[in-house]
């Protein structure tokens, strides 16, 4: 297809999240604390009107399915907005992650942007190997930002989110970005390149949003952050990102699925 770049995704790698993650039942909060190495995001640029991204939609899938203690990372899958023209509109697209898309081309001097394409740690990365390759290097450094998060559901609308963000002496200011993702999506396509499909998605991002700008030291936060009707809020997952401010290379991310909350 025209915009779409193949992809070789033939490796599945196993990939993990290696966070500390406790659950107090009496008040109904979830914790999660970073890992002492980097756990890198790993970002799948995708469209349900894109037939060449179901198979990077499968692949994202099956990483977080794998995630485990020792190899860990973030996965998010950001629908673009740009195949919308061709007979079907992504509902989960936007041209909000369609701009992330572009300044993430800027930071890769790419020439242009395109579906499915997948960044780890900020990087155009193409293939499963390259990809393993990539978090497991990630995973032997040393993280100089920590992660602290708390979560609670005060009602069936909202959550509250807690964070307690350290960054070396000395250390790049980082940007710090929320996402609330979806898993467990089941879509029947009936117009556009993927007509008559049945299409599965995982770690669909429904919020996006950059909290703060930390620098070396320490920042606590509070946030609300409201939930949609349509959202499955059993599905529902929260991660939290920081970047380097200069280049978009991740310094440290979490992420916590919601289901205990709705239990």
Known sequence: MKLAASMALAALVSLGGASSLFADKGANKLTISSTPTITPLVELYTSEGCS??????????????????????????????????????????????????????????????YTPE???????????????????????????????????????ATLQADLD???????????IFVAIYENEIVRNITGG????????????????SELALLEPGELMRS????????????????AVIAVNSKNGETLQSVHLPL???YL
């Open 118 to 156: 997948i960044l780890v740690d900020g990087r155009e990365t193409r293939g499963g190997g390259l990809i393993y390759d990539w978090i497991s290097r990630r995973n032997n450094e040393p993280a100089t930002v920590s992660i602290m998060l708390d979560v609670i559901a005060p009602s069936d």
């Open 165 to 175: 963000l350290k960054s070396d002496p000395g250390n790049i200011d980082a940007r």
């Open 52 to 113: 060449s991204c179901p198979p990077a939609d499968r692949f994202i899938s099956k990483l977080g399915d794998l995630i485990d203690d020792s190899f860990h990372a973030v996965p998010l899958a950001f629908h673009v907005d740009y195949w919308n023209w061709l007979g079907w509109d992504d509902p989960y697209s936007s041209e909000q992650f369609t701009q992330r898309q572009k300044r993430a081309a800027e930071y890769n001097a790419q020439p242009s942007i």
């Open 223 to 238: 946030i609300d952050l409201l939930l949609g009707d349509d959202w499955v809020k059993e599905n529902l997952g929260i």
């Open 259 to 261: 289901k205990q909350l």
């Open 193 to 208: 390149e993927n007509r008559g499909k049945t299409l599965m998605h995982d770690y669909v991002v429904r919020h996006w």
